[in-house]
Every structure is written in C-alpha cells, then in structure tokens.
C-alpha cells in the first residue's frame, strides 16, 4: 500500500492539474480560471497555469466584451440587467487576476467602475418603470409581477425613489382576500357555542405570500372570494339502551382421581408416589351487558364563492358526529367464569345521558378541525 500511494497521489495530481485546461477547451473560462488561479496561488511556479489562466482571461474578456456591444446594440432597455450582470463578471474577474502573484498573469486593466454604475442605473431604471406599468393595470396577478420588479429595484439600490412605498402598495393590491363565514340552513338552531367555536379557526395559518383569510370583514380590503361553511343539518338521536345477553363459560380444576391400573390399583410414579389425575368442570355465568348511545351530527357544505361574479366554484360535503357510548354489565351464577374485561364493566354504573348542546359542540369541535383541512387542501384553487 505504500508503494502504490505515491503514485495515486500523482495520478491525482495530474488529473487536477489537467482540468482548468480540459474546461478551457471545453469553453468553460471562467471555470478555467478559478481553478488555474487557486493552483498559481498554491504553487505559483505552475507556469502551465498561468498559461491557462491568461488564455482563459482573454477568451473570457472579448466573449463578455462581444455579448456587451451586441447587447447595446439592440437598444433594448430589458436588456440593462444582463449588461450590468456581464460588467460586474469582468470586474470579479480582473480583481482574482490582480490578486495573483506576480508570475506572468498578462492582462490589460480596465477601469469597469464608471460602466457598472451606468448600467446598474439603467436597470433599476427600467425595473421601476416596469413596476409602475404593471401597477397601473390594476390586476392583482399584475400587481405580483410588479413587486417582483420592484424587488429587483431594490436589490440595485435599496433606496431608489419611493421603492419602498411601490413594494407595499403592490403587495396590497396583489393579494387575494378570503372571507370565512359560517351560515346557520339547520332546522334546529345552532348553539351559540357551536357557532363561536368553529369560528375560531385560526385562519393566520393559512395565509401565505399571496393569500389572505379573514373571518372578519375589513372595509379596506376586496375580498375576491368567500369560504361559507353552510350548515345544514345539526341532529341529535334519541337516549338508547341496548341490552345484549350472553354465557361466559370456562372450564376450573374440580379436584382430583387417582390413576388405577387394570386391576384398580392406584399406579405409582418413579419414586412411589401416588399418580393423581386432575378433575375439571365447566362453570358458567349470565351476563347482561348494557350499552347507553347517543350521537349528535352536523353536517352540511363547505361552498366557494367567487365575489365578483357571484358564482359558486364548488361545494364539498362536510360531516361530523359525537357519540355517547356507556358501557356497564349485570351478571347472574359464578363469578369465576367470566373473563377480565367482564368484571371491569360489572364494576361501573350507568350513568345520566349527556344534554344535546355539549354533544353538538363535540361534533363542533371535530367539525372545526375538518373544516380547516379541506381549506388547506384546497389552497391552491384559489388564485
């Protein structure tokens, strides 16, 4: 092994070293010239590098040089960003050249600063008067590319103009507004309590960077549609009593025979004790398990309003139920027979029958947790 690893080390070597001259004939140059200038600062005597290293700059330089005049050339003001991006590649990559030792790097210093500014002016330029066309057409999917562009403004200069101002007005305008509501069509009046609890969902989780959900109406805000959670059936079954009757059976050692031979003698073991045979019985017990049920259930649809047509977008079932269920067992003969879960049932009570209003808030409860899963689930159909 340490004989073959000098040579993986070389191989290795060589293969690094021929790799910033593999991206140069590839026409990868600025890839070229990374990876020849981290290998001149790490080995400055690499005169191979500094080949590659120049060769790559001057292929590099009257490429970006070509693509900026063509560019110009179009007087296209869309196309300021890419020219900026172009000036600002040069500069980084004439700073790396100077930062190198002096070991031959050949380049003719350029002075960029002068270009960059004019182009980053131009950019933002037409960035923000982008954003102000888009802004003006009053469309809330207009408004979103807007701030987009007035995103990009900041990014070239934070404190051009009134940005700031534009973003939030865009935001504003590009956001769609969701009203949630719940509307009573139930025979039986809900409870108050009802109402309140499923109110209670906490719409802030669902908002995103486009979305907004109220439960409330704010009179500054359009609201482009509404979640109305339409109730349409709160029942309540009637108290029940169900009685099931059954024998629990089980088979119990009921003493002892003694093992006879042919002759009825009583047959001894190994050490001369009595060979004794165990007795079994089956015993048995009467049970009358009881069971107190009661249900509440709402139900009714989720429905999608768009406000400015008031058209309805679709409408999804929703059911919830609350049940009351009470177990307890009586039981008549042996004790001994019946199985464990028996005996706990025999040691509870029966006991009264909720009233209807907690049962419906149950279900409410559940209602609630349901009716902000399908809101979530379809989030994405509002636009």
């Not at 609201?223 to 108290?239: A, Q, T």
């Not at 040691?347 to 029958?353: M, N, R």
Request: hydrophobic share 35%; net charge positive.
């Amino acid at each position: 092994m340490r004989k073959i690893l000098p040579f993986l080390i070389i191989a290795v070597l060589f293969t690094a070293c021929k790799s910033s001259s593999k991206q140069l004939e590839r026409g990868d140059y600025d890839k070229a010239i990374e990876k020849s200038a981290k290998k001149i600062k790490r080995s400055p005597g690499k005169f191979e590098e500094v080949d590659v290293f120049n060769e790559a700059f001057r292929m590099a330089n009257t490429r970006d040089e070509a693509t900026i005049m063509r560019l110009k050339k179009k007087g296209d003001p869309a196309l300021w960003a890419k020219i900026y991006q172009t000036y600002l590649k040069m500069d980084k990559r004439q700073n790396l050249a100077i930062s190198l030792p002096p070991v031959g790097i050949n380049f003719e210093e350029k002075e960029y600063n002068s270009e960059i500014k004019n182009a980053k002016l131009k950019a933002t330029e037409y960035a923000y008067a982008k954003g102000i066309q888009l802004l003006k057409i009053d469309n809330r999917f207009d408004a979103r590319k807007a701030h987009s562009r007035f995103l990009e403004v900041k990014r070239y200069d934070q404190y051009f103009k009134d940005v700031n101002e534009k973003l939030a007005e865009a935001k504003f305008k590009g956001i769609t507004n969701v009203f949630f509501s719940i509307e009573d069509h139930s025979k039986i009046v809900a409870p108050k309590g009802l109402i309140a609890e499923v109110q209670r969902i906490n719409m802030d989780e669902l908002n995103s960077a486009w979305k907004n959900y109220d439960t409330y109406v704010d009179t500054n805000k359009t609201y482009h549609y509404s979640v109305f959670l339409n109730l349409k059936v709160i029942d309540v079954s009637p108290e029940e009593v169900k009685q099931n009757a059954y024998v629990e059976s089980r088979e119990v050692e009921d003493g002892f025979d003694y093992q006879l031979d042919a002759n009825g003698n009583v047959v001894k073991d190994t050490l001369g004790n009595d060979i004794k045979v165990i007795r079994y019985k089956m015993i048995s017990c009467n049970v009358k398990e009881v069971v107190q049920l009661k249900t509440a259930r709402v139900s009714g649809t989720i429905d999608y309003i768009d406000n400015f047509n008031n058209k309805l977008l679709k409408s999804e079932p929703i059911t919830s139920d609350a049940k009351f269920e009470h177990f307890y067992a009586l039981a008549n003969g042996n004790l001994d027979a019946l199985k464990p879960e028996t005996r706990h049932k025999m040691g509870i009570d029966p006991i009264p029958f909720p009233r209807d209003e907690p049962l419906i808030l149950q279900a409410g409860e559940v209602l609630k947790n349901m009716t902000k899963d399908i809101i979530v689930r379809n989030k994405s159909f509002l636009k």
